[in-house]
C-alpha cells in the first residue's frame, strides 16, 4: 500500500464526526477503540467518547489495525468514486434525462431507496430526485440562455407547466426566467483527491472554481461568482469541468506539472494581476510574496498581494501553495497547512506522507 496521506488535527477531525461533515468524507475514517469498528466522518450511529477514537486516513489502513467496518455507514464503499451499486441508476439516468423516477422504480433498479437519499445527501446535500430535478433545471437555463423560448426549454424540461417550470426556476436562481437570460450557468461537480474532495465549476468555455469542500471560504468564493458573473450553480459537468477533473487525477499522481484547461478568474485589476503572477511561479519552485509584489510592479503592497494571493478562487491550479514568507517558513494557506505541505512535497518528489 502507498504511503498514507497527512491528516487534519484531532480537534478537526473529533469535531468533524460528531457534526457528520460530509466536506471529511474521503480524509479520515474513525476507529473506535472500544467497538473495534471504524466509521466514516458521516455516520450516523451515535459518537463515541473522545478517548475512544483514533483516526485513520483510509479505510484499508484502519481495517490493517484490526478494526472492522461499520454497517450502518459502510466506509468501505469509497466516497470519492461512484458505487457499484449506483452505477447502473445513474446511467439509466443519464440515457433518459426526462424520466421521473419514483422510489418504485429506484426499487425496480435494485436501489434502496434509503441509501440512493443518504448517499446523494452526503454528497450533494439534496435527495437523488433533488439531484435529477437540478440537472434538468440547468439543462433548461442553459437553453434560455441560449434564447430558446420559456415554453419550449420547459417542455424540454418535462415540468408539469411552464407555470411549474418557472416557479422551480425562480426558487433555484432567485429570480424568474425572462431575468435568467442575464445570468450565467456555472455547473459544479466533485472530484476526488488524497487532500480531500475538490469542488470543480465550470461553463462549456472555461473553469471558475476548484476549491476544497471544506473551506471555509468556499461560501465566500461562490458569492463572488455569483456578484460578479451573476452566477448561478447547478450539480453537473462541462467539457472543461471534466478536463480539469482528469487534470487534477495527473497532478496528484505527479503526472502533471502543467494545467492546460482553459481558466477564467475574474476579479479586480490587482486581483487578476497577482492571480495571473501566480501562475509564472513555476512548477517545484515556491517565492515569496514580497517577490511576486516585485513581479507586479508593487513593490510596497506585500500585504495586498498576500490578500489576493488568498483570495485565489483555483486551488491548486493558480499555485498559491508556492508562495511562502520571506524567511522560506510555509505561512499561511487557505485551505489548511497540512494541504499546501502536501503539495509541497508532492512537487519536490518527496512522499508526501513523510512530511
Ligand atoms: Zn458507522
Not at 487534519?8 to 460528531?18: I, K, N, R, S, V
Not at 473506535?32 to 478517548?51: H, M, Q
Not at 483527491?193 to 465550470?202: D, E, F, T, Y
Not at 452566477?231 to 453537473?236: N, S
Request: charged fraction near 25%; glycine fraction near 10%; charge should be positive.
Amino acid at each position: 500500500m502507498q504511503e498514507a496521506p497527512p491528516l487534519p488535527g484531532e480537534d478537526t477531525m473529533y469535531h468533524a464526526f460528531l457534526s457528520r461533515e460530509a466536506a471529511y468524507e474521503g480524509i479520515f475514517v474513525a476507529a473506535v477503540r472500544s467497538t473495534g469498528i471504524f466509521c466514516r466522518p458521516t455516520c450516523p450511529a451515535r459518537k463515541p467518547l473522545r478517548a475512544n477514537v483514533e483516526y485513520f486516513p483510509r479505510a484499508g489502513d484502519a481495517l490493517a489495525a484490526g478494526y472492522r467496518p461499520c454497517r450502518r455507514c459502510r466506509p468501505l464503499d469509497a466516497a470519492d468514486s461512484v458505487p457499484d451499486w449506483l452505477r447502473p441508476l445513474l446511467e439509466a439516468a443519464d440515457a433518459d434525462p426526462a424520466r421521473r423516477w419514483t422510489t418504485e422504480d429506484l426499487r425496480g433498479a435494485g436501489v434502496d431507496p434509503a441509501r440512493a437519499r443518504r448517499w446523494f445527501q452526503a454528497r450533494y446535500g439534496m435527495t437523488f430526485l433533488g439531484y435529477l430535478r437540478a440537472r434538468r433545471l440547468g439543462q433548461a437555463f442553459s437553453r434560455i440562455r441560449e434564447g430558446a423560448g420559456v415554453a419550449e426549454s420547459a417542455m424540454e424540461a418535462d415540468f408539469d407547466s411552464v407555470s411549474g417550470f418557472c416557479e422551480a426556476l425562480r426558487r433555484a436562481t432567485g429570480r424568474s426566467p425572462g431575468g435568467a437570460r442575464e445570468r450565467h450557468a456555472l455547473r459544479v461537480a466533485q472530484t476526488p483527491s488524497p487532500l480531500g474532495p475538490l469542488m470543480v465549476a465550470g461553463d462549456e468555455e472555461a473553469v471558475y472554481l476548484v476549491e476544497f469542500w471544506d473551506r471555509r471560504l468556499l461560501e465566500k468564493q461562490f458569492a463572488a461568482l455569483e456578484k460578479r458573473l451573476g452566477a448561478v450553480f447547478f450539480p453537473g459537468e462541462t467539457d472543461p469541468v471534466r478536463r480539469m477533473r482528469g487534470e487534477l487525477a495527473a497532478y496528484f499522481a505527479g503526472e502533471l506539472r502543467q494545467f492546460t484547461t482553459p481558466l477564467r478568474y475574474p476579479g479586480s485589476p490587482h486581483q487578476e494581476q497577482v492571480w495571473r503572477a501566480l501562475t509564472a511561479v513555476p512548477y517545484g519552485t515556491t517565492c515569496t510574496y514580497g517577490e511576486l509584489a516585485r513581479q507586479t510592479g508593487r513593490r510596497a503592497a506585500a500585504r495586498a498581494v498576500a490578500r489576493a494571493v488568498g483570495e485565489n478562487r483555483l486551488a491548486v491550479v493558480l499555485p498559491c501553495h508556492r508562495v511562502v514568507g520571506a524567511d522560506g517558513r510555509l505561512t499561511g494557506y487557505g485551505g489548511g497547512l497540512w494541504r499546501k505541505r502536501y503539495l509541497l512535497a508532492l512537487e519536490g518528489g518527496h512522499e508526501p506522507g513523510g512530511v
